[in-house]
């Protein structure tokens, strides 16, 4: 019996995990860029 398809499947999962860490990280930092904009144009009004 060979062990191939549950290397296949760990390093699937593992590649997939990743890819939506990376995006949700990557989606956190465009909103705090965003939020941390809106605030620096406040200021810079007052």
Excluded: D, N
């Amino acid at each position: 019996m060979t062990h191939l398809p549950f290397i296949v499947a760990s390093y699937g999962i593992t590649l997939i995990t990743i890819i939506v860490l990376s995006v949700g990280a990557i989606r956190r930092l465009r909103r705090a860029r965003a939020q941390l904009a809106s605030l620096e144009k406040i200021t810079h009004q007052s």
